[in-house]
């Protein structure tokens, strides 16, 4: 007997997106599926962060295919944005609002219910419990990304994007992160990630796509990249 195809949860098939000229990302496929993070790995420039955007809705494809659980990017976006939890890799908080009012925001935007405790608790996990009452007009660069972090998956989505959220944030934020992702996983949800960590990318994920020039060009296991033979290997791609 046959085992049936596991579908993926991420499905982007010849992904373009032109910005005027500039085509941001050139023909990236990639597949990505439940219980399971991975990584769009690249240095600066190579499209992640866009590839991202497409995924959580936020910026249409030039040309493509693209389905998020089940759904179709272009004509059910709002469908789309109810499944994703999306941290962005700029921007994305109110700079006269703290992290509480941003919680608490979320929380109705999204009708939970019995929210303060986890609030509470992703706070004091990302060391952000003492400021939870100060605006975040001064918060520093790694401060915003943790809270960028919490407010992604504060809500338990079933796919769970986050970019580049290890930029500036300390030790402490990054072990959280790891949870986060870890605690994703374990309740069946899809998590990607972008990153131009290599070490932290295997570290969170077990899948790693590495995009070049807005193209993907190779997927390989987390442990394919790990150690010095992994990063000879990944300097090889970027060349």
Not at 91 to 113: D, F, K, S, V, Y
Not at 185 to 199: D, I, Q, Y
Request: net charge negative; hydrophobic share 45%; charged share 25%.
């Amino acid at each position: 007997m046959i085992a049936p195809e596991i579908q993926p949860v991420i499905d982007v098939r010849g992904l373009h997106v032109r910005f005027g000229e500039v085509e941001a990302v050139a023909g990236v496929d990639l597949q990505a599926y439940a219980g399971q993070a991975s990584a769009l790995l690249g240095r600066n420039g190579a499209g992640k962060s866009t590839t991202m955007r497409v995924i959580a809705g936020v910026v249409p494809p030039s040309a493509g295919y693209v389905f998020v659980a089940g759904l179709d990017i272009t004509r059910q976006t709002l469908g789309v944005k109810h499944a994703v939890g999306y941290c962005p890799d700029v921007g994305g908080l109110i700079p006269r609002a703290t992290p509480w009012e941003h919680l608490q925001l979320a929380a109705r935007l999204r009708r939970m219910n019995d929210w303060e405790d986890r609030a509470r608790d992703l706070l004091e996990r990302f060391e952000l419990g003492d400021v939870a009452h100060r605006v975040t007009a001064g918060f520093s660069h790694g401060m915003s990304r943790r809270l960028s972090v919490i407010l992604a998956a504060f809500h338990e989505p079933f796919v769970l994007l986050l970019d580049e959220p290890f930029d500036g944030v300390d030790p402490i934020g990054v072990e959280a992160t790891f949870d986060v992702i870890a605690d994703a996983r374990a309740r069946g949800a899809c998590v990607l990630v972008s990153t131009h960590l290599r070490e932290l990318a295997i570290e969170a994920c077990n899948t790693v796509l590495v995009l070049r020039g807005g193209e993907r060009v190779a997927t390989v296991t987390a442990g394919d990249m790990a150690g010095e033979e992994g990063a000879r290997a990944y300097r090889a791609l970027l060349d």
